[in-house]
């Protein structure tokens, strides 16, 4: 049976988000949460990490045949990334909106790349880009009780009741 404070929270779909050490050495943690935050999603999980290289690796797995691949693990390696689990309905759809377009230049005014970042190679924050993926991200970042499950008081303002 599911705990009163599990019972919302079971049906929400999660994401795995992370700034990149970029977002983290330029003080943009907080402007980035607080993006999430607003939105109406819920932070079930958060730690300040320095990734090896080869658990950047792990994470870009599928670009490895790319020719920025490299560079790119070495970068992620490179100093504090903030890994965030964040939860609602929707969440990993839309948090690819927030987080706007891969290449900075194209990314919409309003999106977090698009108002904050300039170029591709520093665009300051990932996001899951699908279902199997969040899943896989955040098993790669986080043990299972790492992720704390609740329910928001906030979640009858941003969701309604039935
Ligand atoms: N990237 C890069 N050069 C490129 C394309 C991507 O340096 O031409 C980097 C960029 O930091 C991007 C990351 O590789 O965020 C992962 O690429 P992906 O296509 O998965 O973009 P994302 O899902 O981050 O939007
Ligand atoms: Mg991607």
């Known amino acids: 049976m599911l705990l009163d404070h599990e019972v ?3 049906e929400f779909e999660r994401t795995f988000i992370a700034i990149k050490p970029d977002g983290v050495q330029r003080g943009l943690i907080a402007e980035i949460i607080s993006r999430f935050e607003r939105k109406g999603y819920k932070l079930v999980a958060i730690k300040v990490v320095i990734p090896s290289k080869e658990f950047a690796q792990k994470h870009y797995h ?5 020719p920025f691949f490299n560079g790119l693990c070495d ?4 100093g504090p990334v903030v890994a965030m ?6 969440v990993i759809k839309y948090g690819r909106k927030l987080i706007g377009a891969t290449d900075p230049q194209k990314s ?3 999106t977090i790349r698009g108002d904050l970042a300039v170029v591709v190679g520093r665009n300051i924050i990932h996001g899951s880009d699908g279902p199997e993926t969040a899943k896989d991200e955040i098993d790669l970042w986080f043990q299972p009780e790492e ?3 609740y329910t928001s008081n ?9």
């Open 8 to 10: 919302h929270a079971a």
């Open 62 to 66: 599928d670009l490895k045949e790319r």
């Open 75 to 78: 970068f992620l390696s490179s």
């Open 85 to 90: 689990v964040w939860e609602g309905e929707g």
């Open 108 to 110: 919409e005014p309003g």
């Open 147 to 149: 992720l704390v499950t």
């Open 154 to 162: 906030a979640e009858t303002w941003i969701y309604g009741v039935n």
